[in-house]
């Protein structure tokens, strides 16, 4: 691997300055004109170029060449006009950098010594012989000085499947007039084709180094697991002519979620298997995290302090992503990473559902006595002569799981339901009884998995997603308790440190968090719906988001109200909500979160009516299916008042999000294109793609969210779920 001071020393340059202070900015070189003739080498710049994580005197260029195996040279030119003939001087007029072979011949260029809120265009030149061959040329921005008082705009977007689908969102937002953008994560997906998520047909992706990566559902796609694997879904991910536009016109400041590496994942460990398997691989998520690195236009630091990628480094320590910026006086976006960090999801995938978790004596030495979630538990080994036992090993076996899993305290709930599976192979006279309602009066209570929502062996269901909220928040607030909080470390204690320090101690109007997956609450509540009696409850939607970590959230919020206008922007769930994230005990207490929906990957409540159908046990509910097509009604239904906070909900387009902000307000507009478009590539004829729009805001010094209705804003009343 490249030593750190060659990769520093390689791509750092520095504008020259004025000897006149007052003009503020960088030496123009006025007039410039090129003696060389200029060839188009966009055959030798197949991702293009771009630019990202601006600051009021500097930015990071990007750009990969490509020809033949060797290292490259290239040259950089930044000037303030799209035609180079006010050229800004870059040491010696020219800044010459190198395009290693060991970093897949990208180059990052960090350009320092500029102008303050500036607009600076950019190009690479790769000499070869007698011939320049120069790139695209990029357009970019600084960020204002931190006391200017200036209006911001920007928009951020996440999630964007390439396989099977199409980038019209970026089509549009290459429109728009910005200062730069934020990607919230899933810039790539890690698989080739998985079925349950991804498309089958249309444009694809394939991994040529297919001995290195994870053959998954029988060889039938895979995901990658090599740092060749990884570079190659870059590669093809910004072969996109719509991407790449959107590159070359704005900065951009990123994150990543899970499929930068892995789905669901958490540190070093993938969820394939649903605990089948150990799946923790730390070469591969530091195959992912290199990848990422070299191909994103991310800052670096100086002198070996900051945001650098560091191969020989123990991970999570290789590379730092959390990390904030201040433009002007009234925007300080701060961006965390909020996989690199976490623990396992609170309910194991691999858990045998009728395992009791917390037993009748936990429970009361908690709450002082037996709470109604509470159900009968019997030891499997004593109780009934050890008849159930039998039953239940055979059960527990078949699934997958080891006989030594059928011990101490198990549901009676479960046993019953897996001697009645077995009963209906036993003619009358040898059927094992069921633990009757009589023996279950007497039994102790508590809490096992399956009254957490594990209803099957090895299944997302009832771990990270569909899980009962009733008993999950008694499980997890003891789990918190118990583990003094590391069941629910998100961030890691350095990161969640800074992450508070860093909003506490801004001076900007916003404090915007660039924020990975769902802050605010998304439960259901099918009491009111025709479902089975088991199933009139309340579930959480997603406890591989902030659901999950429900006690830490609490605490994060109960630090964040009191800092005042702090707006979260999010991703990760293909969905557009708008709403309010609150403390348990005080929901008044609030900040606001704007949800944006994906680029391109499939739109949640189409992942929702796809999960349904085919997880065996959600979709032999009758109804569900239904329930799924109509879960934004569900979710904001005005009889559960499951989800006052949730004020506007759309779970069925792809889009991005705009924001501006100044002084006095964070203004958001949600611009949303129906999902069946994305099958379509509208790159020759825009005018025929249509982009819709809903706007929101919230006033500095309040929490609350207001609707353009029309032009009048309505401001949401959580109280009565209605817009007044």
Same mark, same amino acid.
């Given at each position: 691997m490249l030593k750190r001071r060659d990769f520093l020393r390689a791509t750092l340059v520095t504008a020259g300055t %004025?000897?006149?202070? &007052?003009?503020?900015?960088?030496?123009?070189?006025? !007039?410039? %004109?090129?003696?060389? &003739?200029?060839?188009?080498?966009?055959?030798?710049? !197949?991702?293009s170029i771009a630019s990202g994580d601006p600051r009021p005197d500097s930015v990071i260029l990007w750009a990969r060449v490509q020809d033949g195996e060797e290292d490259l040279d290239l040259e950089v030119e930044v000037a303030t006009d799209a035609e180079f003939t006010q050229r800004v001087a870059l040491d010696d007029g020219q800044a010459k950098v190198k395009a290693l072979a060991k970093h897949d011949h990208c180059v990052k260029v960090k350009v320092r010594g500029l102008a303050a809120g500036t607009v600076y265009y950019y190009r690479f030149i790769y000499v070869k012989g007698a011939e320049s061959y120069v790139s695209r040329v990029g357009r970019t921005r600084t960020a204002p000085a931190p006391d200017a008082d200036v209006p911001v705009r920007f928009a951020y977007v996440s999630c964007q499947d390439y396989v099977g689908r199409h980038y019209n969102a970026y089509l549009a937002l290459a429109e728009e007039e910005l200062d730069f953008f934020v990607h919230l994560g899933d810039y790539i997906y890690e698989t080739t084709g998985d079925p349950t998520f991804q498309n089958t047909s249309g444009r694809g992706v394939e991994l040529t180094d297919e001995e290195g990566a994870i053959a998954l559902a029988d060889g039938a796609f895979h995901a990658a697991r090599s740092l060749s694997n990884y570079r190659e879904l870059y590669r093809t991910y910004r072969s996109d002519a719509n991407l790449q536009k959107v590159h070359e016109s704005f900065p951009m400041i990123a994150t990543w979620d899970d499929h930068e590496f892995s789905n669901d994942s958490y540190g070093a460990t993938a969820t394939y298997s649903d605990g089948r398997l150990d799946e923790t691989d730390v070469d591969r998520r530091k195959a992912a995290n290199q990848a990422w690195f070299e191909y994103q236009p991310v800052d670096y630091g100086d002198h070996g302090e900051g945001f650098e990628y560091d191969p020989r480094a123990e991970f999570p320590g290789d590379i730092r992503v959390y990390r904030d910026f201040v433009f002007g006086r009234h925007v300080h976006l701060v961006m965390t990473d909020l996989r690199s960090y976490r623990p396992d999801h609170l309910i194991p995938e691999g858990a045998f559902p009728g395992k009791v978790v917390l037993d009748q004596s936990r429970l009361v030495e908690e709450f002082g006595e037996v709470p109604e979630i509470a159900q009968p538990y019997v030891n499997i080994e004593s109780f009934g002569d050890g008849i159930y036992a039998s039953a239940l090993t055979g059960a527990a076996q078949a699934a997958g799981y080891d006989a030594a899993e059928v011990t101490g305290n198990i549901s009676v709930a479960f046993i019953n339901q897996v001697v009645a599976g077995v009963n209906e192979g036993l003619p009358e006279d040898m059927q094992i009884p069921l633990i009757g309602p009589a023996e279950q009066q007497f039994a102790d209570r508590g809490i096992a998995y399956v009254d957490l929502g594990k209803m099957g062996a090895y299944s997302s269901i009832g771990s990270r997603y569909f899980a009962i909220k009733d008993t999950v928040d008694v499980y997890a607030a003891i789990r918190y308790k118990e583990t003094q909080g590391a069941s629910e470390d998100v961030m890691g204690a350095e990161q969640e440190s800074w992450f508070l320090e860093t909003m506490?101690?801004?001076?900007?109007?916003?404090?915007?968090?660039?924020?990975?997956?769902?802050?605010?609450?998304l439960a259901i509540d099918l009491a009111p719906y025709s479902v089975p009696e088991a199933f009139k409850r309340r579930f959480y939607m997603n406890l591989d988001a902030w659901d999950g970590f429900r006690n830490k959230r609490n605490e994060l919020l109960a630090r964040l109200v009191d800092v005042g206008n702090v707006v979260a922007i999010t991703g990760d769930i293909h969905a557009f909500y708008a709403g309010t994230a609150g403390l348990d005990a005080d929901p008044a207490k609030k900040i606001v979160e704007f949800v944006g929906g994906a680029v391109s990957s499939a739109p949640f409540r189409e992942m929702l009516t796809g999960q349904v159908a085919g997880d065996p046990v959600l979709g032999a509910i009758p109804g569900a299916a239904l329930l799924a097509a109509a879960i934004d009604s569900v979710l904001t239904s005005t009889e559960t008042k499951i989800n006052p906070h949730l004020a506007h909900a759309n779970s069925y387009a792809h889009g991005y999000v705009v924001v501006e902000a100044d002084g006095d307000a964070l203004l958001v507009d949600m611009r949303s294109i129906d999902p069946a478009e994305v099958k379509t590539d509208y790159t020759s004829k825009r005018g025929d793609l249509k982009v819709q729009s809903k706007r929101f805001r919230t006033l500095a010094g309040e929490s609350d969210i207001y609707r353009d209705d029309n032009g009048t804003w309505r401001?949401?009343?959580a109280s009565r779920q209605k817009w007044i």
């Open positions: %004025l000897a006149v202070p &007052a003009c503020g900015g960088p030496e123009i070189i006025d !007039p410039v %004109l090129d003696p060389r &003739a200029l060839t188009d080498g966009a055959e030798f710049f !197949p991702q506490e101690g801004s001076r900007a109007t916003w404090k915007v968090w660039g924020n990975e997956y769902c802050l605010l609450p401001r949401w009343d």
